[in-house]
């Protein structure tokens, strides 16, 4: 079980939700999300990874803390990220520690994997029911943001901050060399947008892969990622839509109303 504890908590309100995501790529982008839609409130993140667990049983689950943004003494708002090391253990992860957060408080849990490799536009509603499969309906709600096909499709369509990996790349450099427009069509539909970031990066003689994300996700316009890409991306609609909602809480709900059984006639608790 996840040791999720802060000295602090329980000496002031506190809000409290909580990300798992299937790795080093999503985590940072959720963080770098969390910081700027929190201002200007004070918020305390706190990053894990878990590692082992798989069904051989030959490596234990552990998790271990990774990284504490704390902004002021104050907080009002705690952020959990934990990255599960691989899509296929962001479900796993939530169902053993879903009973464990809501006891300890949280409103909500977000897990986000990307649909590819193992599923696509097609075969995505089969993915839908195994991630809303036994989903504890009387804990917290889950709620479950899939990227299609990759996160990197995010990136792609964010296309004004290519000139800031290099002023050489633009949306047009890239449709005259690569034949399409990041400004213009689906980044989603493609079939490997992390390859496709790679090949817009090497016209500026730059490169792309996980261990560069933190660059691509500092490059990004945040007020883009907020106000104009969900208008074309509807799954990051969602995870904007959520994350401005948990720090805008309605002033007459107190925190930690999950804490109290959800009735059995309630709306489900896992939303994809």
């Known amino acids: 079980m996840m040791k999720d504890t802060i000295s602090r908590i329980g000496e002031s309100t506190m809000y409290k939700i909580a990300f ?18 929190a201002r200007p409130n004070p ?19 552990s998790y271990k803390a990774i990284g504490i943004t704390k902004q002021q003494n104050n907080e009002q708002f705690y952020v959990l990220i934990c990255d599960c090391g691989g899509e296929d253990n962001v ?14 408080g949280y409103e909500l849990i977000i897990g986000i994997r990307d649909v590819r490799p193992k599923f696509g536009i097609a075969t995505l509603p089969s993915l839908k029911v195994i991630m809303n499969t036994a989903i504890d309906k009387n804990l917290i709600p889950v709620r479950f943001i899939l990227p299609l096909a990759e996160v990197e499709a995010w990136f792609l369509s964010e296309h004004t ?9 633009t949306a047009q450099t890239i449709s005259q060399t690569l034949g399409f427009n990041p400004a213009a069509d689906d980044m989603t539909i493609r079939s490997n947008p992390a390859d496709d ?15 560069k994300a933190k660059r691509t996700i500092n490059a990004l316009d945040m007020n883009e990622v907020r106000a104009n890409l969900p208008n074309r991306i509807p799954e990051l609609k969602k995870l904007v839509k959520t994350v401005e909602n ?10 930690q109303v999950a804490l109290q ?12």
């Open 161 to 169: 901050h290519f000139p800031r990996i290099h002023p050489s790349i």
């Open 261 to 272: 059984p959800v009735a059995s006639n309630a709306q489900p608790a896992a939303e994809v």
């Open 91 to 104: 479900k796993p992860r939530i169902d053993e520690e879903h009973k464990n957060l809501h006891e300890q």
């Open 246 to 255: 948990f720090f805008n809480p309605p002033p007459t709900v107190p925190p």
């Open 43 to 61: 918020v305390y993140i706190k990053m894990m990874e878990a590692r082992g667990g798989g069904k051989d049983g030959r490596v234990p689950l």
């Open 197 to 211: 970031l790679d090949d817009c990066y090497r016209i500026g003689n730059r490169a792309y892969n996980k261990s």
């Open 20 to 37: 798992f995501v299937e790795g080093k790529t999503e985590m940072l982008l959720i963080e770098r999300m969390i910081e700027q839609f």
